[in-house]
Nanobody
Framework: QVQVVESGGGLVEPGGSLRLSCVAS????????MGWYRQAPGKQRELVAT???????NYADSAKGRFTISRGNAKNTMYLQIDSLKPEDTAVYYC??????????????WGKGTLVTVSS
């Protein structure tokens, strides 16, 4: 069993900041890539940023400059710092983890998401 849980969303005024967290737990042998995605109302889910176990990061063009992805000391933890929030950042933010479980092949696991609402 593998669980992926996001937290840290909420209601924030424009210009504010948020730090989202993602924790993967369970029968995990190795984590390959962790990533943040978001889905705004009426839109498709899109990539925000990814982080590999080797320390490489990748950002969508729309996320460069205000979003920072990082990994915790425990490599099953990932964060997304979002600064200067804009109303268009309103979305459900999802964590996706590509990992190798103790039993089976490497595959993607998704969390249920955390809602970020940017509004005054």
């Amino acid at each position: 069993q593998v669980q992926v849980v996001e937290s840290g969303g909420g209601l924030v005024e424009p210009g504010g900041s948020l730090r989202l967290s993602c924790v993967a737990s369970g029968s995990i042998l190795r984590i390959n890539v962790m990533g943040w995605y978001r889905q705004a109302p009426g839109k498709q889910r899109e990539l925000v940023a990814t982080s590999t176990s080797g320390g490489s990061t990748n950002y969508a063009d729309s996320a460069k400059g205000r979003f920072t992805i990082s990994r915790g000391n425990a490599k099953n933890t990932m964060y997304l710092q979002i600064d200067s929030l804009k109303p268009e950042d309103t979305a459900v933010y999802y964590c996706k983890v590509n990992l190798l479980p103790w039993s089976g092949s490497a595959m993607d696991y998704w969390g249920k998401g955390t809602l970020v609402t940017v509004s005054s």
